[in-house]
């Protein structure tokens, strides 16, 4: 089964508005990090947050972080037509060898 | 530089036939992951490389494939006999290390249909 699930599965908003997506995972976690994939091809970093990290910020992105209810968002301001792409979550398990586990993906269209 | 490359883009075979799946990755990168992503799903481990050991081979799906490294730098993955249910977009990873806070670098993937 999937460590990281994100939700919703499909988000279609307007040029300008947020999104906002969400990951939950099950087990303890060093890190996670969000990912992003256009047109079913490689997918690219987006941003890293720790364990002992509640927020971070990069440009119009937001990455908040609760480890009490096992769960991260990702929120994008002021969106753009450009932002069209799949977000994935990867969660870097406590312990054990680091293989990074991702979920199914946010699928985001904003539309112009 | 020079981000991971993966070749070939796209590769129709048919069922029953041998496939490779080759990747370049970010040189200096002791790191590498190889992924499998259905239509509309996430992406599903295969296997790691840390140098040319595979400390894990638990994601393979089967003994029909196989992956090896060489000389710390390109990648091969292999799938024999080939089935329908292998058609998939194969993307390939790496990162300076295989630590817990470094970030993947992917490659562009080979969308592989088995007819």
């Known amino acids: 089964s999937q460590q990281g699930e994100e939700d919703p599965q499909a988000l279609s908003i307007q040029e300008g508005e947020n999104a906002t997506m969400n990951c939950s995972y099950k087990?303890?976690?060093?890190?996670l990090q969000w990912y992003r994939q256009n047109s079913g091809r490689g997918l690219v970093h987006l941003i890293l947050i720790r364990s002992n990290e509640r927020e971070k910020h990069s440009g119009r992105l937001r990455v908040t972080l609760d480890t009490s209810k096992k769960s991260s968002s990702l929120l994008i301001t002021a969106s753009r037509a450009a932002d069209t792409a799949s977000y994935f979550c990867?969660?870097?398990?406590?312990?054990?060898?680091?293989?990074?586990?991702f979920g199914r993906g946010t699928s985001l269209i904003v539309h112009p | 530089g020079a981000g991971v490359s993966q070749s070939p883009s796209n590769k129709v075979t048919e069922k029953g036939k041998d496939v490779e799946l080759r990747c370049d990755p970010i040189?200096?990168?002791?790191?590498l992951y190889w992924y499998r992503q259905s239509l509309g799903q996430g992406l599903e481990f295969l296997i790691y490389f840390q140098g040319n050991s595979a400390p894990d081979k638990s994601g393979l799906p089967s003994d029909r494939f196989s992956a090896e490294r060489t000389g710390g730098s390109v990648s091969t993955l292999t799938i024999q006999r080939t089935q329908q249910e292998d058609s998939a977009v194969y993307l390939c990873a790496s990162s300076i290390t295989s630590g817990r806070t470094e970030t993947q670098y992917f490659g562009p993937g080979t969308r592989l249909l088995v007819l």
């Open positions: 040189s200096g990168h002791t790191a």
């Open positions: 087990t303890s976690i060093n890190n």
């Open positions: 990867a969660t870097a398990v406590s312990g054990g060898s680091y293989i990074p586990t």
